[in-house]
């Protein structure tokens, strides 16, 4: 069966510091990999979703990035985290034309 | 732009009470729909998915939704809450003609079940 891992699970950086989440799914090949941030009464913003390998694509202008290195890893980055980065992150995969997704557990990232 | 529209942030029943999420999109053309379930610091789970077969639609945990055209609506019911349902719950949809590989999520509600 397929499952999805993130880490850490909880987060806390100080403002202008780097930032490293990574996601890895198993169970499946070539998925399709999804990076949403949730903020409390927002709902979920796609930030960045990927069809395969270092192909990535972006939603929304913001002090982030995203990589996929390998079929099942996708990792969200940041080179200097400003305190608007704070949020609840989630990654996410699914196959074929994406009808439905599945998420990870999450990481609460607070940046003070 | 199309969106999805949830109304009511917090909905708050009483456990044994009938359980209604509203959910409304916009779009000329029927899209999927999706609801899906979060508890306190989880991912999401989905609950149930529309795809244009059946209009009332079955899910997981005893809840359903009903596709109403004419009404653009796709809420989700459930006949008894249970105090396991304590969750936000949030309404998605894709849209025909747009990207393969994008939901759109509604801004959730959240349901609370007193005992």
């Known amino acids: 069966s397929q499952t999805i891992h993130q880490w850490p699970a909880t987060l806390v950086q100080p403002v202008g510091s780097p930032l490293s989440l990574e996601c890895t799914v198993e169970?499946?090949?070539?998925?399709?990999l999804y990076w949403y941030r949730q903020a409390a009464g927002r709902g979920l913003q796609l930030l960045f979703y990927?069809?395969?390998?270092?192909?990535i694509s972006s939603e929304v202008p913001q002090n982030l990035s995203a990589s996929r290195p390998q079929d099942r890893q996708f990792i969200l980055s940041s080179k200097k985290l400003l305190l608007s980065d704070s949020g609840f992150y989630l990654c996410?995969?699914?196959?074929?034309?994406?009808?439905?997704?599945?998420f990870g557990a999450g990481t609460r990232l607070s940046v003070l | 732009a199309q969106s999805v529209t949830q109304l009511g942030s917090h909905v708050s029943v009483s456990e044994g009470a009938l359980v209604l999420l509203r959910c409304n999109y916009s779009s000329s053309v029927p899209p999927y729909l999706f609801w899906y379930v979060q508890y306190p610091n989880q991912g999401l789970q989905l609950l149930l998915k529309?795809?244009?077969?059946?209009?009332l639609v079955k899910g997981i945990n005893g809840f359903e939704a009903e596709f109403k055209k004419s009404e653009t609506s796709f809420h989700l019911t459930k006949p008894s809450a249970h105090m396991s349902d304590a969750a936000e719950y949030f309404c998605?949809?894709?849209?025909?003609?747009?990207?393969?590989?994008?939901?759109?999520f509604g801004k959730g509600t959240l349901l609370t079940v007193n005992p």
């Open positions: 169970g499946t090949s070539n998925p399709n």
């Open positions: 998605a949809v894709k849209y025909p003609g747009g990207s393969n590989y994008k939901l759109t």
């Open positions: 996410a995969w699914s196959v074929g034309g994406g009808d439905i997704q599945y």
């Open positions: 990927s069809v395969g390998i270092g192909q």
């Open positions: 529309y795809t244009s077969a059946a209009t």
